[in-house]
């Protein structure tokens, strides 16, 4: 499986001269599987540089959408295979109780806050609820409620050769544990990224910010240090960067990382980087 990263930025797109090298575009990672699939994790800002190069014998995409909130679906009215093309795309969301995922997402893709209805654009996807367990050609995938403030899900994608990729961009699994990690079947997401070959995964806060955002859905990085070394992850990807977070702070936040969980190898988060990821 291939991995691309095109935005890792969090909560909001934080361009400039302060981010150039770990990128200001939010949530959008391309993971392609050995057999041609063609799967995006998510649909922030930098969704719209990728569909721009997406080839044009790309016959089907498929977007997982971990949640609602705005920096993981402001790209999507900007996607271009929506507007020419014959490429069939899927979108894939967390189901609720109450409204579908079409009227979710219709909230954004609609005026006042869109010009363009959902139903309107060239190329209608095709919308799913994911829940557990499905298969986008021969990748495995499974999504599970995660903690974050509204219907979050994250995935784990495993290909046919075994290699397995799992994406927790948006999670607090320290949330109302006194001691963290507590055990593994009371953390949540455990099941989702245990021995993955590559976890991408929040970091947002440091140990001193995370005190002051209890609640807000994130992950400071000794929480993820230990996390990641509890379930045995192989590579770790830090994720979902605080827009206030220039690059030298992720410099020396990717590095404080590494030391504290020395059994996992590190991979910063930064756009435009690729990672080939194999099995054990």
């Not at 409620?145 to 784990?156: D, E, F, K, L």
């Not at 955002?213 to 000794?222: A, D, E, P």
């Amino acid at each position: 499986m291939k991995v691309e990263v095109w935005g890792t930025r969090g909560s909001l797109a934080a361009p400039g001269t302060e981010t150039l090298r770990y990128g200001g575009n939010t949530a959008a990672v391309l993971a392609i599987g050995s057999e041609g699939e063609y799967i995006i994790l998510d649909a922030g800002t930098g969704i719209r540089p990728l569909g721009l190069v997406i080839p044009d014998d790309v016959k089907r995409i498929d977007i997982l959408v971990t949640h609602l909130h705005m920096d993981h679906l402001q790209g999507l009215g900007f996607f271009a295979p929506l507007f020419s093309g014959e490429t069939e795309i899927h979108i894939w969301g967390p189901p609720t109780t109450t409204l579908s995922l079409h009227a979710r997402l219709s909230r954004y893709l609609s005026p006042p806050l869109f010009p363009v209805r959902l139903r309107d654009m060239p190329r209608v996807p095709e919308l799913h609820d994911a829940r557990h367990y499905f298969r986008i050609g021969d990748m495995r995938v499974r999504a599970d409620r995660i903690c974050h403030p509204g219907a979050t899900v994250g995935y784990r994608l495993t290909d046919p050769n075994g290699s397995c990729v799992a994406y927790l961009p948006d999670h607090e699994p320290a949330l109302g544990q006194r001691h963290f990690p507590a055990s593994p079947e009371w953390t949540s997401g455990f099941d989702l990224i245990r021995h993955a070959d590559l976890l991408i995964h929040d970091a947002q806060y440091t140990d001193e910010e995370y005190p002051d955002h209890i609640g807000w859905g994130h992950t400071s990085l000794g929480q993820l240090a230990a996390l990641a070394t509890m379930a045995e992850v192989r590579q770790l990807m830090p994720f979902h960067h605080d827009p206030g977070h220039g690059d030298e702070r992720l410099d020396a936040l990717t590095a404080e990382l590494a030391e504290r969980a020395p059994s996992v190898r590190v991979i910063p988060g930064r756009e435009g980087d690729r990672v080939d990821v194999a099995m054990r």
